[in-house]
């Protein structure tokens, strides 16, 4: 926590490393981690983290890029966390996102859902009612 203390009072990184004596690299990864997850706790070592995205979260990712087509895979992450649909620890990756869009599963609504078809003129949604 001194290595967040100091930079919280303007300490640089490279004064700390020195004043503290530890690397500079360390100091770094501290105060990433600190201002990217708000603890200094470390993470898992390796490996992957095992998530499940849930049927709530593909919803709103597919109607986010449905109103806003042009979106990018890193806005919705962002606004998944803005919409309090995620908070940051368990938001889906920008590749978990893209995976999403790109395999057109059926927007499930209430009563209806969008069909996506493909063939070789392109592809077409029509609006089919349960």
Known sequence: MKIVELAHHGVRPCDISRQLRISHGCVSKILNRYTESGTIMPGAIGGSKPRVTTPKVVHHIRILK????????WEIRDRL????????????????ISR?????????????FLHYSENIFGVFVSLIND
């Open 100 to 112: 999403i869009l790109r395999t057109r599963a059926p927007l499930a609504n209430t009563s209806m």
């Open 81 to 96: 966390i803005q919409d309090n649909i995620c908070d940051r620890y368990n938001v889906p990756s920008v590749s978990s």
């Open 66 to 73: 449905s109103r806003d087509p042009g979106m990018f895979a």
